[in-house]
């Protein structure tokens, strides 16, 4: 089965500061995503890739920068954290192919005070 | 643009009866449907898919018929365990998408009660 970790599980910070989070995957996929999660809206795409070096915007970018080192892993870069960012936020990786399965991390938690 | 639109956000029931969770989308291409699970203080996993009008798709006692003249793609199971209780994502991909992303609902909580 797929193995995605991210790291740190929680994070605190305060308005303003700089956060990046990180996800790791092992399974050779080539896709990864940065989704966050708020109740009321469901999951909302941040940024997405498909390789190392490449990124794409996704449907809420504002606010977010993101880099793909390797093909294992993806960062996610807050760099004035506002309060409105304060969220759970999960990292996948799927195949190529249209109709794959992503595969979700265990997700961290931001709070931004 | 695509959309998916699930309508409850709460279902309550008695362990036993019988569970359909609304979900209906929107695309101009020909869609890609999936029903994500999440359960409390877990990563979401895939419960089901399907891209085949009119077939009825099962997993884990839930089933799923994507129909495409009525743009719908319901989750039932015919009888709710405790265990069920947890939010169910629809979700929409299609050609039309670029790089594989999903649409997702906002998501109904099922709450299974004994």
């Known amino acids: 089965e797929a193995a995605v970790t991210q790291s740190p599980r929680n994070k605190v910070t305060v308005t303003g500061g700089n956060v990046t989070l990180s996800c790791r995957q092992t399974n050779s996929h080539n896709y990864m995503y940065w989704y966050r999660q708020d109740t009321g809206h469901g999951l909302r795409l941040i940024h997405y890739s498909y390789g190392a070096g490449n990124l794409q915007i996704g449907d809420v970018p504002d606010g977010y920068k993101a880099t793909r080192t390797t093909q294992e892993d993806f960062f996610l870069l807050l760099e004035l954290a506002s309060p409105s960012q304060t969220s759970l936020y999960f990292c996948a990786s799927s195949r190529d192919t249209l109709y794959a399965e992503q595969f979700f991390g265990p997700g961290t938690r931001l709070t931004v005070l | 643009g695509d959309s998916v639109t699930q309508t409850e956000g709460l279902v309550t029931l008695t362990k036993g009866l019988p569970v359909m969770l609304n979900c209906t989308y929107q695309?101009?291409?020909?869609?890609?449907l999936f029903w994500y699970v999440q359960h409390l203080n877990e990563a979401p996993k895939l419960l089901l898919k399907?891209?085949?009008?009119?077939k009825r798709t099962e997993h884990q006692g839930f089933y799923a018929t994507l129909h495409k003249s009525s743009s719908s793609f319901h989750l039932q199971k015919s009888s709710v365990q405790l265990s069920d209780s947890a939010l169910y994502f629809c979700?929409?991909?299609?050609?039309?998408?670029?790089?594989?992303?999903?649409?997702f609902g906002i998501g109904t909580l099922l709450s299974v009660k004994p």
């Open positions: 399907s891209s085949t009008d009119n």
């Open positions: 695309t101009t291409y020909s869609p890609f």
């Open positions: 979700a929409l991909t299609s050609y039309g998408s670029s790089g594989n992303k999903l649409i």
